[in-house]
């Protein structure tokens, strides 16, 4: 038998399985198809109906093919119910944290930190954080694996502290938007 660095891709036929969370009764947990269907998409939408379509029929589903989660769980009923009424009422914009939203003022003042990204065969890339940065060594630096192909080492190193203007920050802000 040779060996073959890239062997060619399976081209079916395919099968699937799919398996619902623990919270549902033990048999009906997995449901699967054989393998028979020409692509993958067709073998998981088959594995889905056929999941959906039993669980319709023991009453599990209403008729939007929504769980009926009173059936499973149903002294959870009535959070649900008020779950789904706060949903409702909910804005839907919502603000994030500091740790989310990196533009968000901070205590800190404005102390930006810079650091340097560079990927084999690019351009090096820049980096505005508020929060300095790890000092890697170059045996640190990560390394970015792809099948069939070599793999890229990537460099970071800290620049320094930025003193970066307004029209700066607005351009990366709006670029990262």
């Known amino acids: 038998m ?36 020409p692509t993958k998409r067709s073998a998981h939408r088959h594995a889905a109906f056929k999941a959906y379509s039993i669980l319709y029929k023991v009453g599990l589903l209403n008729d939007h093919l929504l ?21 409702g009422k909910r804005s839907g914009t919502a603000s994030v944290t500091g740790q989310m939203d990196p533009w968000a003022p901070t205590d800190n003042g404005d102390v ?4 340097e990204l560079a990927i084999d065969g690019l351009p090096p890339l820049h980096m505005i954080t508020r929060i300095q940065p790890d000092q890697l060594s170059e045996d640190e630096w990560p390394i970015l694996y792809r099948p069939g192909r070599s793999h890229l080492k990537v460099g970071i190193r800290a620049v320094t502290t930025a003193d970066i203007s307004g029209a700066t920050i607005s351009k990366a802000k709006e670029f990262t938007r």
């Open 2 to 37: 040779e060996h073959r660095p890239n062997p060619l891709p399976y081209e079916g036929p395919w099968g699937s399985t799919v398996t619902l969370p623990k919270l549902m009764p033990a048999g009906l947990r997995v449901f699967s198809t054989d393998r028979q269907h």
């Open 67 to 87: 769980p009926l989660t009173s059936v499973i769980e149903p002294d959870l009923e009535e959070e649900v119910k008020a779950l789904l009424q706060d949903v």
């Open 112 to 115: 930006w930190w810079c650091s």
